[in-house]
């Protein structure tokens, strides 16, 4: 008998086995690490059996789409789970032998808002851009969530694990306590919804890819991605090695991987510059919050400076002052952020077109019109710094020119519409593209 797995099959299989190995993490408590693993592994067969009869696609699509209507009931669910463990931890600790710190329940609380917000900024990104889930039905996605939600739920009994096995000062991390619990289930949460949120995004800046649909980038993208980057911020002053380590890795992996993404996108020069900016400003965030750290850089009162550790100092409001340390860190980052600068704006401020792919978009755009295309074109190589030695034109100065001088032909013909501010080069190529 042959035996056929199609992917979807194969990415369950992976799923079954990444829940047998949550039940080797090392936690105190190994019966709630054995019903944790057996409760995924159900779950994965369970998928298995849904599969075969054809309707796992179906149920997870119906759930994605009843986030995407649900978003509010979503992001106040997220919410609630992160304010429940700090509460009960503030209840058990007035009421139970407990050994925990006020300051931990405080600490608590502000970092399971901060991973709320970030994991809805992700899930906002998701549903602004997405807009109709179904798109993501050709990337089986069915057989990818049993794979994330069996990866949170390892990622939470590690990180629980590790907690275990240390010795915290400000509290006991013993899931046989309710607050250590219901923490693991907020992080499942947080880590879930961030998860499912980025391979959608991924999966449909993809489909877009393949099918030539073009993607523009939106402003609210950058204030989402900030708000879920505040959460890796916080992390960078935890006193856990282990915690600030996410923070180290994390971030540039965020960052980089956003510029990656966003190359994709069909963009204007002011928005490309607007993403330089982004870029910059959470680079220097980045850098700056490690010196903080490591006490390469100081804010604080006058007096509790190290004598001969900084140079000079800088005032602040209400006496503090702030100051840098004397060596090469800053002047190292201010040298990769211009090196950084040089290589993503100068390409984009100096791009040029061919000359005669530009006169050939003119002469099409001016087709069945009125319009004389060669006096458009001689207007365009006086206004649109035209190289007669290289033959070739501004990009930018070029497409304002046909924006301004063609613009209700380049509307009518459907290059544009009418609440487009400015005329994107891969939108006039595309057209002209599939023009005979």
Request: aromatic share 14%.
């Given at each position: ?400 020119f046909v924006y301004e001088e063609l613009h209700e032909q380049i509307l009518d013909k459907g290059i544009i519409d009418e609440d487009s501010k400015f005329l994107i080069y891969e939108d006039l190529r595309d057209w002209c593209a599939d023009m005979p």
């Amino acid at each position: 008998m042959r035996v056929e797995l199609d992917l979807s099959n194969i990415l369950e299989l992976i799923a079954l086995t990444v829940s047998w190995l949550c039940g080797k993490i090392d936690l105190d408590s190994e019966k709630l690490c054995k019903v944790i693993s057996r409760s995924l592994a159900v779950f994965s067969v369970f998928f298995l059996a849904l599969d075969a009869l054809t309707l796992a696609d179906y149920f997870v699509m119906e759930l994605l789409s009843f986030s995407q209507r649900n978003w509010i009931g979503i992001c106040c669910y997220i919410f609630f789970f992160a304010l429940v463990p700090p509460a009960v931890a503030s209840w058990e600790r007035k009421t139970k032998d407990v050994r925990m710190e006020r300051s931990y329940v405080k600490g608590n609380l502000i970092y399971n808002v901060l991973g709320a917000l970030s994991a809805c900024a992700m899930f906002g990104i998701a549903r602004n851009i997405v807009g109709d889930f179904s798109y993501l039905r050709e990337f089986h996605i069915e057989g990818i969530v049993p794979i994330l939600i069996s990866a949170c739920v390892g990622l939470v009994l590690a990180y629980q694990s590790i907690e275990q096995h240390k010795e915290l000062p400000d509290h006991e991390a013993d899931t046989k306590w309710l607050n250590q619990k219901l923490n693991m289930l907020h992080l499942f949460h947080a880590f879930f919804l961030s998860v499912i949120s980025v391979v959608s995004i991924v999966c449909y800046s993809i489909y877009c890819y393949i099918h030539n649909l073009s993607l523009t980038i939106k402003p609210n993208y950058f204030v989402f991605l900030s708000l879920a980057l505040l959460f890796f911020y916080s992390l960078s002053q935890h006193f856990h090695q282990h915690v600030y380590m996410v923070f180290v890795v994390m971030v540039p992996v965020i960052l980089v991987s956003s510029v990656y993404w966003m190359s994709w996108f069909t963009m204007s020069i002011k928005m490309r510059c607007v993403q330089w900016i982004f870029i910059v400003i959470q680079s220097l965030i980045y850098a700056g919050l490690i010196f903080y750290r490591y006490k390469m850089i100081f804010i604080g009162k006058r007096e509790e400076m190290e004598e001969g550790k900084y140079g000079k100092t800088l005032k602040l409001l209400r006496g503090w002052v702030f100051a840098i340390e004397h060596g090469f860190q800053v002047i190292l980052l201010l040298i990769v952020i211009i090196c950084y600068s040089v290589s993503w704006l100068v390409p984009m401020l100096t791009q040029r077109i061919e000359g005669s792919r530009a006169e050939t978009f003119i002469i099409k755009v001016c087709k069945d019109t009125d319009i004389n295309a060669d006096e458009k074109i001689a207007l365009s190589k006086e206004q649109s710094g035209y190289d007669a030695v290289n033959q070739d034109y501004d990009r930018e100065k070029y497409l304002e020119f046909v924006y301004e001088e063609l613009h209700e032909q380049i509307l009518d013909k459907g290059i544009i519409d009418e609440d487009s501010k400015f005329l994107i080069y891969e939108d006039l190529r595309d057209w002209c593209a599939d023009m005979p």
